[in-house]
């Protein structure tokens, strides 16, 4: 599976943990931290840290309250989960990653938002995001933070020796399609020959999954892991393999970075956080070489977060006040400078600090093209299961990669091993 933002900034979350029941001993049902304070639990690299130092003297426009936040580097959900189940030592407000649904089936451990009056502030923020955090029974159990929309990454250098205009809008026009994309990438391999337009197998794959309107499940429960779209997906991405565009470098190796930093991942379609992951972190010598466009296949999102106010909270309209706070607008604008967050509020595209000119990327104002993304991405339903079928779906696309497993037989071992999850796990 491709490399994420959050493994990049150290977040662990084990899958097991993700659908795990919060049961356990009843305990002391209290929160963390003195009755002045609200505690804050988030994993590295999640906020912005001058945000955070002012709620820490004082939540803005709710005097007599703090902050008081705990940075938590590894198993953060299995953490949280842990807590949760003893309903002891709870922390008053969790950050929670873009596995949200995971903990639908928990909700009842969360304050439902729209109580605090989150409905009023709906219209800042982009709809398939806030739609995200309110469960399939209507009750809001987290507020948005940032998003990973999608985008094309393209080295200019390379594509100038394969005759190609580099300027953004005539790439995107050339390929804006995953068909035309592939052509593309046989043109740049001719020219430069061991050129890849993808990490990897599953690179393909779950961007071209981030760009569909459904996924595994629908809302009322039903299996659609088997049906045309994600087939789409799972060929496409052998398709890929096949024609030999692939870097075949698996995450987790340490070919990921190596084939950025050694030029031979020449395009990608990938999210807003992988420009610092990705080429400015792995390729610091490129800079100037780099340009993004829309992407083949259209607009997508893969990543973003949120955060949640647990039952046990000693103060939840203070908290409603923190957290409506520092994702306005205007924080979210500097959060995307620190830790690089893109925001949720379409109104921070137009703040100055973000429109800046990118000297990585030739001077471009790639806020601009990101910006299109996320306003265009039709959004999905993300079931509680997403991770347990995604996972053996993605370890069947790498047999198939570096195993060279039968792209039919691949198929079928997963959707088996699907259905024995989800039975399993008693969904279906």
Known sequence: MTVSRRKFLALGAGAAAATTGLTGCSGSRSSLGASDELSMWTWVGSVNDDLIGEAEKAIPGYDGMKLAMTRIGTNYKTKVLT????KSLVPDIVAINDDVATYFPNQ?????LKTLGADKLAQDFLPWKWKLGITPENKMMAYPMD????????????????GIDIDPAAVAELAPTWDAYIELGKKLKAAVP?????????????????QQSKRYMTPDGQYIGDQDHIRAAFDLSIRVVKEGLSANAQSGTTDANAVVTNGKLVAYNAAVWWAQLGPKNAAPKTKGLWRVTAAPGGAGNRGGSFLAITKYCKNPEAAF??????????NQAQAF???VLFPSTPASYTDAKMTEPDPFFGGQKIVDVF????????????????????????????????AGKSPDQAWADAQRQVHRELTRAGAI
Request: charged content about 15%; aromatic content about 12%.
């Open 108 to 112: 009842d451990q969360f304050i439902d």
């Open 337 to 339: 400078l620190d830790p």
């Open 147 to 162: 998003t990973g929309p999608t985008a094309l990454f393209y080295r200019t250098d390379v594509l100038q020796k394969a």
């Open 371 to 402: 910006a299109a993304s996320a306003k265009k991405y039709p959004g999905a339903y993300f079931s509680p299961y997403d991770s347990i079928i995604g996972t053996p779906i993605s370890a069947e696309l790498v047999n198939v990669e570096v």
């Open 83 to 86: 807590a949760l189940a003893g």
């Open 194 to 210: 061991g050129s890849a337009i993808t990490d990897n197998i599953t690179g393909i794959y779950s961007y071209a999954l981030a």
């Open 321 to 330: 006040a923190f957290i409506s706070w520092l994702e306005s607008a205007k």
